[in-house]
């Protein structure tokens, strides 16, 4: 039953999610074997945000990591499948569910240096409202700034470390 939660997760299938659900599926401990990926993850990697709000309302653990230390919410910043509506409505989600912030991955980057390097600007916003540090380091000692995408991004950050 966990390769079928995770492969519907995954695919964005909510119907079969919710029949899973109900035949007990446990969704924190239906893991990927080799990447230790939860249901949470496997729906937020592949964009399936209105899916990822059901696991979410459904009782998934939102600080569960993969092998990598990757929680739910740096994977909805790091996404490239992420339509913005969708993005912003599973962060805030996962902030009211008590996701950390500052949350790092393997490599010690933030849900923000993630969400700088794709340049999405509204969960930047969202992110520093939250209490994100806006000066975290990464394992190679770069700030989020670093790992800005173009220059709207760039120049938001600014403006948020100098309000800071």
Same mark, same amino acid.
Do not use: F
């Given at each position: 039953? !966990?390769?079928?939660? %995770?492969?519907? #997760?995954? !695919?964005?299938?909510?119907?079969?999610? $919710?029949?899973?659900? /109900?035949? *007990?599926?446990?969704? &924190? #401990?239906?893991?990927?074997?080799?990447?230790?990926?939860?249901? =949470?993850? +496997?729906?937020?990697?592949?964009?399936?945000? &209105?899916?990822?709000?059901?696991?979410?309302?459904?009782?998934?653990? #939102?600080? +569960? /990591? !993969?092998? %990598?230390? &990757?929680?739910?919410?740096?994977?909805?910043?790091?996404?490239?499948?992420?339509?913005?509506?969708?993005?912003? $409505?599973?962060?805030?989600?996962?902030?009211?569910?008590?996701? *950390?912030?500052?949350? /790092? &991955?393997?490599?010690?980057?933030?849900?923000?240096?993630?969400? $700088?390097?794709?340049?999405?600007?509204?969960?930047?916003?969202?992110?520093?409202?939250?209490? /994100?540090?806006?000066?975290?380091?990464? $394992? *190679?000692? %770069? +700030?989020? =700034?670093?790992?800005?995408? !173009?220059?709207?991004? +760039? %120049?938001?950050?600014?403006?948020?470390?100098?309000?800071?």
């Amino acid at each position: 039953m !966990d390769k079928a939660l %995770r492969a519907a #997760c995954a !695919d964005g299938d909510l119907h079969k999610v $919710s029949h899973l659900l /109900a035949a *007990n599926a446990d969704l &924190n #401990c239906a893991r990927h074997p080799s990447t230790g990926a939860t249901p =949470l993850l +496997e729906a937020t990697l592949a964009g399936h945000y &209105n899916l990822a709000s059901y696991l979410l309302d459904h009782g998934a653990d #939102c600080a +569960e /990591a !993969d092998a %990598r230390m &990757n929680p739910p919410r740096p994977a909805a910043a790091a996404s490239p499948a992420s339509p913005p509506p969708a993005a912003l $409505s599973l962060a805030s989600a996962l902030i009211a569910k008590g996701a *950390n912030v500052a949350a /790092a &991955n393997h490599v010690e980057a933030t849900p923000l240096h993630l969400a $700088s390097h794709r340049g999405k600007l509204g969960l930047i916003g969202l992110l520093a409202r939250s209490g /994100a540090p806006l000066l975290a380091h990464d $394992s *190679n000692q %770069r +700030e989020p =700034l670093a790992y800005a995408a !173009d220059g709207s991004t +760039e %120049r938001l950050l600014l403006d948020l470390v100098i309000q800071a």
